[in-house]
Every structure is written in C-alpha cells, then in structure tokens.
Antibody
Framework: EVQLVETGGGLIQPGGSLRLSCAAS????????MTWVRQTPGKGLEWVSV???????YHADSVKGRFAMSRDNSKNTLYLHMNSLRAEDTGVYYC?????????????WGKGTTVTVSS | EIVMTQSPATLSVSPGKRATLSCRAS??????LAWYQQKPGQAPRLLIY???TRATGIPARFSGSGSGTEFTLTISSLQSEDFGIYYC?????????FGQGTKVEI
C-alpha cells in the first residue's frame, strides 16, 4: 500500500528550528518528486518545497533561505528542515508525492503534522 | 504568481442533485489544473488532473472541464459522502498555487 506518514510537528518558539520527517511505503522517494504542502489559517493550502528525483530542491519565496528539504534513500524518508520559524509558519504540514507534468500535482498525501509557532 | 479564485465560497446541495463548482485563473494555465477534496481532519484527496482526467478510484459522478482560465468541477448526483471542501490547483508555472476552496454542504 502506498502511504506517507509525517512526524516531527509540535510547539516551537519564534526563531526556533524544527525538522519534519515523512516516511514513505509502497514506493521509493528517490525516484519520485516529493513535496511539502502546508495549510495555514492565513493562506489556506500553500506549496512549500519540492525535491526532484535528481536531488534538486526548490522552495516557495515565503520560506526560501529558511527551509530546506533532504531525503534518506536508505530509510525511504523525506525531511523538511525549518529554521527561523515565524508565527505565520503555523499550520498543518503535509508530505505529498508529486506527479511531474508541466510542474506537478499531488497524487498521494500523508495525514499531516501540526506545527505551532508561538511564544 | 497566478491567483486561483473559486466560487461560490459555500454551496448547499440536496442529495441526488447536481453540484457545479468554478475555478478561475488570473492568467492562462492551459489544462494544467487539478481538483482535490478535503474532509475535516483529513488530507486533500486528488480527484481530477489535467482539468478533466479522473484520478484512480474516483467515481464517475465527478467530472472536470475547462481550459485556459475557466474551469468547472461537476458532481452529477451528490452523495452524502461528497461533503467537504474542494480546492483547485494550477501547476502550469512557478509557483503552483491553490484556490481558497469551495465548501460543499449537503
């Protein structure tokens, strides 16, 4: 069964750092486009980051310079490294598999993990 | 950035009736448009991609149409399990963006 499970969310103070994990099963993250999408009270659904099968990653302007993606092929796991967190980063973070066309749409989603940035 | 605008914000439909949801792009996105359904406490689920192609396992009562800047999601005969919020997403150019959603109430 194709599945994604996110972990690592929690309460963090502004300016802090957090690492989210996304464990995949039923397919290889290394041969797919993998994305993070967040759902925030302020902006609704917002694409955050993508990592291509070749290893290149791209990020939304709102998180550029603060967030990074990586993956561990041996663990079939994806990571989102979040630094300099702000209140507006609060939301549910979903890991999703991207299907490459012009850009990508997302055909498999995890259940999400909640990040709360607050003092 | 392409802005996706969905209408109406809320749609109340009786079971068995047709529901029509709209999504408008601020500039052409060709047919690079997906629709998702989200229920409370759940992740979005892919319904339609390529503006009109149903994803695997999606019932035939869901259909998508349109190209360029105007798109429609139609639920031909609404079932009780179809309540939720529906989002459109363009994936034509950087960055991919979502609409704000249409809430379908039974």
């Amino acid at each position: 069964e194709v599945q994604l499970v996110e972990t690592g969310g929690g309460l963090i103070q502004p300016g802090g750092s957090l690492r989210l994990s996304c464990a995949a099963s039923g397919f290889n993250v290394s041969s797919n486009y993998m994305t993070w999408v967040r759902q925030t009270p302020g902006k609704g659904l917002e694409w955050v980051s993508v990592i291509y099968s070749g290893g290149s990653s791209y990020h939304a302007d709102s998180v550029k310079g603060r967030f990074a993606m990586s993956r561990d092929n041996s663990k079939n796991t994806l990571y989102l490294h979040m630094n300099s967190l702000r209140a507006e980063d609060t939301g549910v973070y979903y890991c999703a598999r991207g299907v490459l066309t012009a850009l990508f749409y997302m055909d498999v989603w995890g259940k999400g993990t909640t990040v709360t940035v607050s003092s | 950035e392409i802005v996706m605008t969905q209408s109406p914000a809320t749609l109340s439909v009786s079971p068995g009736k047709r529901a029509t949801l709209s999504c408008r792009a601020s500039q052409s996105v060709s047919n690079n448009l997906a629709w998702y359904q989200q229920k409370p406490g759940q992740a979005p689920r892919l319904l339609i991609y390529g503006a009109s192609t149903r994803a695997t396992g999606i019932p035939a009562r869901f259909s998508g149409s349109g190209s360029g800047t105007e798109f429609t999601l139609t639920i031909s005969s609404l079932q009780s399990e179809d309540f939720g919020i529906y989002y459109c997403q363009h994936y034509n150019d950087w960055p991919t963006t979502f609409g704000q959603g249409t809430k379908v109430e039974i």
